[in-house]
Structures are given as structure tokens and as C-alpha cells.
């Protein structure tokens, strides 16, 4: 297995721990607790913990979640203030993306 195969494998498994809380820790960042919210299916608990937030990555988290509801112009916005353009990737992939980036800040 090569360091980067490995790192996947590892990726996963905090992913699958992450998943399996039975709630979100209150020492996870705001931004991975929207990712969670949204992986439950609470898109408003999700919105709830990026809203009032004017960070970058808020921003780009709060992006997503307004491109997951369908609501593209409000998520073009958001992906401005943080910074970036909306990703050509399936929403999947783009919450996968948000996750491994806020979990090793989050470390």
C-alpha cells in the first residue's frame, strides 16, 4: 500500500467514525459540524452552524449547502466570499473535498 492509498484508507475510516456519532461534538469546528448536520440530513441544522459566520471557510462550507438546495445564485455569492468558484464535481464529491480539508484542521 502506498502513502497515498494509505492515507485514503485512513481518510475513511475518520470518515465512517465521524458518520457514526450518534450527535455532533461540541469541539468539532463549525464547519464540520454543518458537514455532519448535512450527512444526517438536516440541511437546516447544517445551515444553522455557517450562517452567521463571515470566515473563508465558512463561507465555502455555506456555499456548498446553498448548491445542495439548488439554489446556485445564493451559492455563487458564497463561493465568492470564500474565495473560490463552484467546483465541477457532483455534490458528493464536494462535501468528500469539504470533509478532508475541515478534518485535518480540525486534527
Known amino acids: 500500500m502506498t502513502f497515498t492509498s494509505s492515507r485514503k484508507v ?20 463549525p464547519e464540520l459540524k454543518a458537514l455532519w448536520y448535512d450527512a444526517k ?3 437546516k441544522l447544517a445551515h444553522d452552524q455557517v ?3 463571515s470566515s473563508k ?6 456555499a456548498y449547502l446553498h448548491r445542495k438546495e439548488g439554489d446556485s ?7 465568492g466570499k470564500a474565495g473560490e468558484k463552484r ?11 469539504l470533509f478532508n480539508r475541515f478534518f485535518k484542521e480540525n486534527l
Do not use: C, I
Not at 471557510?57 to 455555506?62: F, G
Not at 445564485?73 to 463561493?79: G, L, T
Not at 467546483?87 to 473535498?97: G, T
Open 51 to 53: 450562517d452567521h459566520l
Open 73 to 79: 445564485w445564493n451559492a455563487d455569492y458564497w463561493y
Open 10 to 29: 485512513t481518510m475513511s475510516k475518520s470518515k465512517e467514525v465521524f458518520l457514526s456519532k450518534a450527535d455532533s461534538e461540541k469541539d468539532l469546528s
Open 41 to 43: 440530513g438536516d440541511w
Open 57 to 62: 471557510s465558512a463561507s465555502r462550507v455555506h
Open 87 to 97: 467546483p465541477d464535481l457532483s455534490l458528493d464529491e464536494e462535501w468528500e473535498v
